[in-house]
């Protein structure tokens, strides 16, 4: 790394003068990396952006460690914005596609020149702001707990970096300034900033949870921002597999009856409409739900007086959603939800209007068994056998795994079972698209993704004469015991089958084989238990925290204060027996502790000086010291003949002390002041290792 350019009166650097000068660099990286990573936790940036920047950053506290020194020459600097500006048009029209995204890119690009060419203080003050836009950015795009993190330690390496700059800034301006020894600058200024950025944490917490704020800022000017990852209202065939890779959270379920069942699905909604390679939601009208007080009442009084199955109780929590559909399991007979309106599309789908793209909070009462029998209008059944121009081997093979005998719901079985038992769930995509997707399944791959396997049902359904659609939402999940929710995460996104049966009404099917499960045990998933959870609790109380979050923190608060003080209140008839029980048995346990603590708080400090002072006349003595270091050795020197009841005086300089002493100690202080003044004063650093002999000997003689 290049030099910092300083003043030429300031060109020879002392031991601190350089501690601070390499602390001030770690932490303006620091500063730099804190909002680059802030900026990468929200997802918006690409691989190649990432590793470019990290490399960057990389490079640089190789640098700044003595590691790795060259310099980049100004006109290869200048080359590569030039190329950049050039780049950028490319980027935005034919890359990115997308304004944001691009002017991010430039960001990174431009984070990296300007970290590894910094040598002014005019470039750490652009490096700074570059950093502070990589924050302001990750602020406007980030919904998960890890911001907070990277938002702390952006605000510990701001304190790290304006204190070093300040101290730099004095050093630059004095020619000959006694400072601190070389390892003691840089610990200093940890724990100030350490203890600053503590506090300031602490004031910024509490401020929060008075104040109350809602976060939609993001929303309103980012609309086009992904919210729901893993869900959409249209499924093309191939989509989910990317989809199935992401682990992101996107719900949280808490069950307020009993434990979840296994395999539990949560039905988004059902597309019926089939072009061949895609499957999409009917143009159809749908209903407006009656409410009261936030809550509609879904189901007919046959359905809520059944006793056939369990009934469920949750609620369900999902982090960001553009298209308002609520995720329900088992029969839905009331749903709580603080939406302006509640609508039942044709495919039995519930959604809340309007959709800001905000958390999506509701509550359901369901029952989970077997549907009640519906019937199908003419026009319906007609939707739900409608299919495309498709590959005549479809028909011939529908038929023949249906079989001729049976009734539909045995038919429907056999289909299933032979996509079951006879193809291959896989996550690998093919490399090139192919004209017909669904043929390519059935008889040359044989393997695919859940919305393949689904597709080929219903299709082959409705080839023999049964009425099928295409469900769409989320399996399963796994239990939180950190947090008590059930988490949903994109990888959980799912395609089944709903077809109808004369009798019986929608019944599902799952023809997807089950997939091997990539749940991680022992460490790694306790460890993202607790980072799931904490998400889960900045998703509620920062993303989503508002006047009613307050208002519920204050409940709560008096609500525990009341409990303590009518148990107080209770307890006052018959304290007195208790308090004297409780203090003839811990009687000797709380006098031996106040005894300890009293000895602690008299002799602790005392002792501690002591033992501070005898490692540091031993590290000076090993290794020499700087004339701070000389101080530290008179002022222990001082405390000795103290305690032998000698004081020095405010006004009176050290070599007229020593020369009040009496003969016996006289001698050796003065020689002492010799060598203090010469290392002190004199800038003769030799002398520190005589010093500190000559005071271990003056404290011996003094014990005698």
Not at 309 to 338: H, K, M, Q
Not at 395 to 419: K, V, Y
Not at 608 to 632: E, F, M, P, V
Request: include cysteine; charged fraction near 20%; aromatic fraction near 12%.
């Amino acid at each position: 790394m290049p030099p910092a350019r300083t003043s030429p009166r300031t060109s020879a650097r002392t031991p601190a003068s350089a501690s601070v000068e390499r602390f001030f660099q770690f932490s303006l990286l620091g500063l730099v990396a804190s909002g680059f990573f802030a900026l990468a936790g929200s997802r918006y940036l690409d691989r190649p952006t990432l590793w470019l920047t990290f490399l960057a950053l990389a490079l640089r506290g190789a640098m700044i460690a003595g590691w790795v020194r060259f310099t980049i020459p100004p006109l290869v600097i200048s080359a590569a914005a030039l190329a950049y500006v050039g780049f950028y048009p490319l980027d935005f029209y034919f890359l990115s596609r997308d304004f944001f995204t691009a002017t991010l890119h430039g960001v990174c690009f431009l984070a990296a020149v300007k970290i590894l060419t910094s040598e002014t203080n005019r470039d750490y003050l652009y490096t700074a702001s570059v950093a502070f836009i990589e924050l302001i950015g990750a602020a406007l795009l980030s919904f998960e707990a890890t911001f907070f993190g990277w938002l702390a330690l952006y605000i510990l390496f701001a304190i790290a970096a304006f204190t070093s700059s300040e101290i730099r800034r004095g050093l630059e301006r004095n020619e000959i300034v006694v400072q601190p020894a070389r390892a003691r600058v840089g610990w200093r200024l940890a724990v100030v900033t350490l203890a600053a950025t503590f506090g300031i944490l602490l004031i910024t917490g509490g401020l929060f949870l008075i104040v109350p704020r809602t976060a939609r800022a993001a929303a309103m000017l980012f609309p086009n921002a992904p919210r729901l990852t893993g869900y959409s209202n249209v499924v093309d065939l191939g989509g989910f597999g990317e989809i199935s890779k992401d682990n992101r959270p996107v719900a949280h379920i808490l069950s307020y009856s009993r434990e979840l069942p296994r395999n539990i699905k949560w039905r988004g909604t059902a597309l019926s409409l089939f072009n061949g390679k895609r499957w999409s939601e009917p143009p159809l009208a749908a209903t407006d739900l009656t409410t009261s007080h936030g809550t509609a009442e879904v189901a007919g009084r046959l359905q809520r007086s059944r006793r056939d199955g369990r009934r469920l109780l949750y609620r369900v929590d999902v982090n960001s959603s553009d298209t308002g559909t609520l995720f329900i399991a088992g029969t839905p007979e009331y749903i709580n939800f603080t939406a302006p309106r509640l609508i039942r599309t044709v495919e039995d789908s519930y959604r809340v209007l309007p959709v800001t793209g905000e958390e999506l909070r509701y509550e359901v009462s369901a029952h989970y068994g077997a549907p009640l029998p519906s019937t199908l209008s003419a026009a319906e059944r007609v939707r739900y056998l409608q299919l495309p121009p498709i590959n005549t081997r479809i028909w011939s093979q529908a038929r023949e795994w249906a079989g001729a005998d049976g009734t539909p719901a045995e038919r429907a079985r056999r289909i299933q079972q032979h996509l079951r038992l006879d193809y291959q769930y896989s996550l690998e995509s093919a490399n090139q698209p192919v004209r017909d997707p669904l043929s390519n399944f059935l008889f040359v791959t044989k393997r695919g993704y859940c919305e393949y396997f689904a597709s080929a049902m219903a299709v082959m359904l409705r080839t023999q004469g049964i009425p099928a659609r295409v469900a769409t939402g989320f399996q399963s999940g796994y239990y939180n015991e950190v947090s008590g929710l059930t988490v949903i995460r994109a990888s959980d996104a799912h395609a089944w089958v709903e077809a109808w049966l004369e009798g019986q009404g929608w019944v599902t099917f799952d023809p997807t084989p089950p997939a091997a499960s990539n749940r991680t045990l022992g460490l790694s998933a306790r460890v993202n238990m607790y980072l799931d959870a904490a998400d889960s609790m900045w998703q509620q109380w920062v993303m989503a925290y508002d006047l009613g979050h307050q208002a519920a923190l204050a409940a709560k608060f008096e609500g525990t204060l009341r409990n303590l003080s009518e148990a107080r209140l209770r307890g006052q008839s018959d304290w007195k027996p208790g308090f004297l029980t409780t203090f003839r048995t811990w009687s000797a346990v709380l006098i031996s502790l106040a005894l300890f603590t009293g000895l602690a708080i008299l002799f602790a400090p005392r002792l501690w000086k002591r033992l501070r002072g005898r490692y540091q006349l031993r590290r000076i003595g090993k290794t020499g010291g700087s004339a701070h270091d000389a101080a530290l050795l008179y002022q222990l020197m001082l405390d000795a003949l103290a305690r032998r009841g000698f004081r020095k005086p405010a006004g009176v300089t050290p070599l007229e002390f020593a020369r009040t002493l009496p003969p016996a100690e006289s001698e050796p202080v003065l020689r002492f002041t010799s060598l203090y003044y010469a290392v002190r004063f004199g800038n003769d650093a030799a002398s520190a290792i005589p010093l500190a002999d000559l005071l271990r000997q003056i404290l011996h003689d003094l014990k005698r």
